[in-house]
């Protein structure tokens, strides 16, 4: 078992009125000169949302930075697969929506298992995230007037979701790279492409640098440091067939979990319900059909179990829109794992559609009847060109099929309010961490959150280990350098080694 740095768990949440911690920590962080900035150097492991902005703003500052990418370039980052949106407590629409109300979805959705000091802070930060963005230049959809559009995500009864079309990680993406890559520009940051962290390095109990293969040439560096973050994503992957990137591979945070770094609800795994169904058995990774498409789209299945007419002939009357019926007030906008549960039950007793019988519409009919197929091609047409291009299928002509799949995990490394995980000096952010969601997240806060913590906790928080801690100078000569290389040494020898006779997918 991995010793703990730190085995009895502070959450360092300030105590008070919820809506005053956040302010009231950041008066009582220590701060960290101008000056005494450049003598502190950060290692972030992981470039997308969360990485990247926590770069781009760390060197902003004038920490010095050093960026790992396990991608040719970050604009590769898994980060840019996301769709549908990023909510944000705005209430541009006057529907009633507040901070308070977004703190209020996101712990029920999470059922009651988020924490909630952490919760109420990301609500109040999300109003700043969308005004950064903006400032970036990400190109958020816009009603004709100008304004910022909005659109509904599960589990809430307003319109809090900004979106660019059907890619917004990627426009998101796309600014907080600009961001990094201004400050790899004035040379405040170091950019270290196609790198995969295989090891942390902890010295004195405090997390000092990495052990990183460049995948290029193969051969194993050695980085040391005063902090270190990891911003490396879930691990939804170790169910093997699920939509994360296939590089989205845990490496890193079950590294830091070895060397102490405790893990949080691991269980706490979200199976995203409007996903393309499995459709043979030599596929890598399933491909997800966002949670937006519900605003217009209309879950269905056949009321008689084993039903094989095709859905054209099958009439109104007939078919049951179980999610309208047994959850009014959201319809289909139920949290994900109510409408995910929903349709496994529905499969389960005989109902299910297509060639597998593991799937359920979403039906775009009625949407187009009354607002156009124009007007539905210029919200989802990427979405809807993707479901076309894999299944062969006109989604405007034929509903979609859609099954539920492995899409995020809520849990991930412990940390405290600041972010830090039990092993000092080692912060985790993005869906690398665990305390934001609870055993649920809700639609649109997964961008929310890696762009929080990157862009306006990590900035501050980091100061309670730089300038809170006594530590001395250590360089990449330390012992423990050396032992931490040759651990992942002998672990990529055996494996090399191994000679085995089929992949570990087969
Ligand atoms: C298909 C899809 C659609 C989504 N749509 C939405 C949406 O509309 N709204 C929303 O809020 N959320 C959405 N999400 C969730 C959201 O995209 C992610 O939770 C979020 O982008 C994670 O950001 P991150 O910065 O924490 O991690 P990531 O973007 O996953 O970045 C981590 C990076 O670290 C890399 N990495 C991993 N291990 C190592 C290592 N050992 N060394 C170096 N690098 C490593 C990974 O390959 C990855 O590129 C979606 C997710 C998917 C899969």
Same mark, same amino acid.
């Given at each position: 078992?991995?010793?703990?740095?730190?085995?009895?768990?502070?959450?360092?949440?300030?105590?008070?009125?919820?809506?005053?911690?956040?302010?009231?920590?950041?008066?009582?962080?220590?701060?960290?000169?101008?000056?005494?900035?450049?003598?502190?150097?950060?290692?972030?492991?992981?470039?997308?949302?969360?990485?990247?902005?926590?770069?781009?703003?760390?060197?902003?500052?004038?920490?010095?930075?050093?960026?790992?990418?396990?991608?040719?370039?970050?604009?590769?980052?898994?980060?840019?697969?996301?769709?549908?949106?990023?909510?944000?407590?705005?209430?541009?629409?006057?529907?009633?929506?507040?901070?308070?109300?977004?703190?209020?979805?996101?712990?029920?959705?999470?059922?009651?298992?988020?924490?909630?000091?952490?919760?109420?802070?990301?609500?109040?930060?999300?109003?700043?995230?969308?005004?950064?963005?903006?400032?970036?230049?990400?190109?958020?959809?816009?009603?004709?007037?100008?304004?910022?559009?909005?659109?509904?995500?599960?589990?809430?009864? =307003?319109?809090?979701?900004?979106?660019?079309?059907?890619?917004?990680?990627?426009?998101?993406?796309?600014?907080?790279?600009?961001?990094?890559?201004?400050?790899?520009?004035?040379?405040?940051?170091?950019?270290?492409?196609?790198?995969?962290?295989?090891?942390?390095?902890?010295?004195?109990?405090?997390?000092?640098?990495?052990?990183?293969?460049?995948?290029?040439?193969?051969?194993?560096?050695?980085?040391?440091?005063?902090? =270190?973050?990891?911003?490396?994503?879930?691990?939804?992957? =170790?169910?093997?067939?699920?939509?994360?990137?296939?590089?989205?591979?845990?490496?890193?945070?079950?590294?830091?979990?070895?060397?102490?770094?405790?893990?949080?609800?691991?269980?706490?795994?979200?199976?995203?319900?409007?996903?393309?169904?499995?459709?043979?058995?030599?596929?890598?990774?399933?491909?997800?059909?966002?949670?937006?498409?519900?605003?217009?789209?209309?879950?269905?299945?056949?009321?008689?179990?084993?039903?094989?007419?095709?859905?054209?002939?099958?009439?109104?009357?007939?078919?049951?829109?179980?999610?309208?019926?047994?959850?009014?007030?959201?319809?289909?906008?139920?949290?994900?794992?109510?409408?995910?549960?929903?349709?496994?039950?529905?499969?389960?007793?005989?109902?299910?559609?297509?060639?597998?019988?593991?799937? =359920?519409?979403?039906?775009?009919?009625?949407?187009?009847?009354?607002?156009?197929?124009?007007?539905?091609?210029?919200?989802?047409?990427?979405?809807?060109?993707?479901?076309?291009?894999?299944?062969?299928?006109?989604?405007?002509?034929?509903?979609?099929?859609?099954?539920?799949?492995?899409?995020?995990?809520?849990?991930?490394?412990?940390?405290?309010?600041?972010?830090?995980?039990?092993?000092?000096?080692?912060?985790?952010?993005?869906?690398?961490?665990?305390?934001?969601?609870?055993?649920?997240?809700?639609?649109?806060?997964?961008?929310?959150?890696?762009?929080?913590?990157?862009?306006?906790?990590?900035?501050?928080?980091?100061?309670?280990?730089?300038?809170?801690?006594?530590?001395?100078?250590?360089?990449?000569?330390?012992?423990?350098?050396?032992?931490?290389?040759?651990?992942?040494?002998?672990?990529?020898?055996?494996?090399?080694?191994?000679?085995?006779?089929?992949?570990?997918?087969?």
């Amino acid at each position: 078992m991995p010793q703990t740095a730190s085995p009895k768990l502070d959450s360092k949440c300030p105590s008070g009125p919820i809506d005053a911690q956040w302010t009231r920590h950041k008066f009582d962080l220590k701060l960290v000169n101008p000056a005494n900035r450049r003598k502190f150097h950060v290692l972030v492991v992981g470039t997308g949302l969360a990485g990247a902005s926590a770069a781009a703003s760390l060197a902003e500052l004038g920490y010095r930075v050093s960026a790992f990418c396990i991608h040719g370039s970050p604009r590769r980052a898994h980060s840019i697969a996301a769709q549908g949106g990023i909510n944000a407590a705005k209430n541009y629409q006057n529907d009633g929506d507040s901070v308070h109300r977004l703190f209020y979805d996101t712990v029920k959705g999470g059922d009651f298992r988020a924490r909630e000091s952490n919760v109420h802070r990301l609500a109040e930060i999300s109003v700043d995230i969308i005004d950064q963005c903006v400032a970036l230049g990400v190109p958020f959809a816009r009603e004709y007037g100008g304004t910022l559009a909005n659109r509904s995500f599960g589990g809430a009864q =307003v319109s809090r979701t900004f979106y660019a079309r059907g890619q917004t990680g990627q426009q998101l993406l796309l600014g907080a790279y600009s961001a990094m890559m201004r400050q790899v520009g004035l040379k405040k940051c170091a950019l270290y492409a196609n790198r995969e962290m295989l090891e942390l390095v902890v010295v004195d109990g405090i997390a000092r640098g990495i052990i990183c293969r460049n995948l290029v040439t193969g051969e194993l560096e050695r980085h040391a440091a005063d902090a =270190v973050l990891l911003c490396t994503g879930g691990y939804g992957n =170790v169910f093997y067939l699920s939509t994360n990137a296939k590089a989205s591979n845990v490496t890193a945070a079950w590294r830091a979990h070895r060397r102490g770094a405790l893990f949080a609800n691991p269980c706490f795994t979200q199976i995203h319900p409007t996903c393309i169904p499995v459709s043979g058995h030599y596929q890598s990774k399933l491909t997800l059909m966002s949670e937006s498409l519900r605003n217009d789209g209309r879950v269905w299945v056949p009321q008689t179990k084993g039903d094989a007419r095709g859905p054209a002939e099958i009439p109104n009357a007939e078919r049951d829109y179980y999610l309208e019926r047994k959850y009014p007030s959201f319809g289909n906008l139920v949290p994900r794992d109510v409408a995910s549960r929903a349709a496994k039950q529905q499969c389960d007793e005989g109902r299910g559609v297509g060639a597998t019988k593991m799937a =359920v519409y979403l039906d775009f009919r009625d949407a187009i009847a009354r607002d156009g197929a124009a007007t539905i091609r210029q919200k989802y047409g990427n979405l809807f060109q993707m479901y076309e291009k894999i299944t062969g299928e006109d989604p405007y002509s034929v509903p979609m099929r859609i099954f539920p799949a492995v899409h995020y995990t809520m849990g991930g490394l412990w940390v405290d309010y600041n972010l830090e995980s039990t092993v000092p000096g080692l912060f985790v952010l993005g869906e690398a961490n665990f305390s934001d969601h609870g055993a649920n997240r809700l639609g649109a806060s997964a961008l929310m959150q890696g762009l929080a913590d990157g862009y306006f906790i990590i900035p501050a928080t980091i100061a309670s280990h730089i300038a809170g801690r006594k530590f001395q100078p250590v360089d990449a000569q330390h012992a423990a350098f050396g032992e931490a290389e040759q651990t992942a040494r002998a672990r990529l020898d055996q494996m090399l080694n191994l000679r085995g006779k089929r992949s570990a997918d087969s």
